[in-house]
């Protein structure tokens, strides 16, 4: 405002002076024709400057007009950059550690908990260590707490510790070995399944014998265990009367036995 005083005043009073009637100058009297205007200029360069120093009457209250580079983002001292409280500033920060805290538990979590195929396939390798050890207490361990073991050559089922070691204390006096031929693996959260077809080689008597199999394991106490076992003979090759080799029969036997 002061400076658009300055320029109107300005303005009018070098326009009555050009409309006036000029006064002779003597001839020897000095002339500055720029004096005058410069003065003038000086006057007002110092107006506008101090008024830059003057308090805004409306605090808070931005004196920038918004345009295309600034309209989004309010340019300090405007009432849009002050009025963020502290209580704002602190819930922003709250919610924003918090977030993360959950992001790096369930990421915790999903990486104690994730298993892989290849570590799938190597809990089969356990159990098939187990065996080579030929204690029953070992291969059982290998169970969860409250398992289900379906064997290949036993009508009951085996749900604890005790009755799992039963069926391994006369399976492992054949000297069992296997390996997997076929399997599908499968994994969900906490769970893993591996099923297919199973061989085993009895070191006892040199006799292979093939079969369906399935292991679920779960994770207990830490520690990936077996909670569900079933194995069984391969039926086309007995009851639908598909060919069977020597090697076969003599498999058959021993399983019996």
């Known amino acids: 405002m002061i400076v658009t005083n300055v320029v109107i005043n300005f303005s009018f009073l070098h326009s009555t002076k050009v409309n006036q009637p000029q006064a002779r100058r003597p001839s020897n009297a000095p002339y500055y024709p720029k004096m005058k205007f410069s003065a003038a200029i000086i006057s007002l360069s110092f107006l506008y400057g101090t ?8 605090v ?3 004196t920038t ?6 309209k ?8 849009s950059a002050t009025d963020a409280s502290s209580t704002e500033l602190g819930l922003f920060f709250m919610n924003t550690m918090k977030r993360r805290s959950e992001a790096k538990k369930a990421g915790n979590a999903k990486t104690g908990d994730a298993i892989t195929e290849k570590e799938v396939r190597a809990l089969f390798d356990l159990w098939n260590s187990a065996l080579a050890t030929g204690d029953s207490r070992i291969v059982a361990n290998r169970y969860a707490k409250n ?4 064997p290949t050559v036993s009508d009951e089922p085996r749900t604890d510790f005790d009755s799992v ?8 006096l054949k000297k069992p070995q296997g390996k997997i031929l076929d399997g599908q693996i499968h994994i969900g959260d906490g769970w893993a399944s591996d099923m297919g077809i199973y061989e085993f080689t009895m070191g006892a008597t040199g006799d292979k014998v093939k079969a369906r199999y399935t292991y679920n394991y779960i994770k207990e106490d830490g520690i990936w265990k ?3 076992h079933h194995s069984s003979v391969l039926p086309e090759e007995v009851a639908m009367g598909k060919a069977i080799t020597e090697d076969g029969v003599r498999g058959l036997f021993s399983l019996w036995n």
């Open 165 to 172: 070691k039963d069926y391994f204390d006369s399976f492992l």
């Open 226 to 228: 077996i909670q569900h």
């Open 147 to 150: 398992p289900v073991l379906l």
């Open 51 to 58: 008024s830059a120093f003057a308090p805004n009457s409306r």
């Open 72 to 79: 989004d983002f309010a340019p300090i001292g405007s009432r």
């Open 65 to 70: 007009a918004p345009t295309a580079l600034n």
């Open 60 to 62: 808070g209250i931005s």
